[in-house]
């Protein structure tokens, strides 16, 4: 009996010595599990940041500014009015004058930029540079323009009759080729002017009066 007894007591033992080497264990590996998780978030989150900085540097590299300094030529400043409102055009179509380019297109695409202006100096010019007071077609300002090759053109609308920017009398410039790879200072001269429409003459063509 005092046999059975101690055996007995002893198999107790060794469950409870089982146990706590169980429970010590367990308590081992929360630790290490609760270690093994704290040096993953951190580095997920050191690698988060440096993915964040990393895209921000190479979406900032992407873009640049674009001013310029628009000026009147000799050979429209006598039709020149004072008044009126300066168009950008910005165009990936380089086949073409961008000011014509003004339908939406899915693969050539045309960004415009319009401002009012009053009072246009002639002395010292119009500067094209990014303010709050521009209109555009695009989400991106003047001093966010995407890398790329481009024509760019300038118009100055001053028809008070039509309100289509080839109206008669509107005045703009020459396009230039520009490549986007670093912000640009450019010039303008707008020495051209939009002509009155005429009615070609033509051996078929006849007047009609209604």
């Given at each position: 009996m005092v046999k059975f007894s101690n055996s007995i007591l002893s198999y107790s033992s060794r469950i409870l010595l089982l146990n706590v080497e169980i429970d010590d264990l367990l308590s081992l590996y929360r630790?290490?599990?609760s270690s093994t998780q704290t040096k993953y978030m951190k580095t997920k989150s050191l690698f988060t940041?440096?993915?964040t900085l990393v895209l921000g540097y190479y979406?900032?590299?992407q873009h640049h500014s674009i001013s310029a300094k628009v000026t009147i030529?000799?050979?429209v400043v006598d039709q020149f009015q004072k008044d009126g409102r300066v168009y950008l055009f910005i165009s990936e179509n380089l086949r073409a004058e961008p000011r014509t380019q003004t339908w939406p297109s899915p693969s050539d695409k045309t960004y415009i930029f319009a401002k009012e202006v009053s009072q246009f100096n002639l002395s010292n010019g119009l500067d094209i540079i990014n303010?709050?007071?521009w209109i555009s077609t695009v989400d991106w300002s003047l001093d966010e323009v995407p890398e790329g090759e481009y024509n760019i053109q300038v118009l100055w609308d001053q028809d008070t009759q039509e309100?289509?920017?080839d109206a008669p009398g509107n005045l703009y410039s020459e396009k230039q080729r520009i490549t986007v790879g670093k912000s640009l200072e450019l010039n303008f001269v707008i020495e051209k002017a939009i002509e009155e429409r005429s009615v070609?003459?033509?051996s078929l063509a006849r007047m009609i009066d209604i």
């Open positions: 630790d290490q599990l940041i440096i993915l979406a900032a590299a030529g000799s050979e303010n709050k007071d309100s289509r920017i070609a003459s033509h």
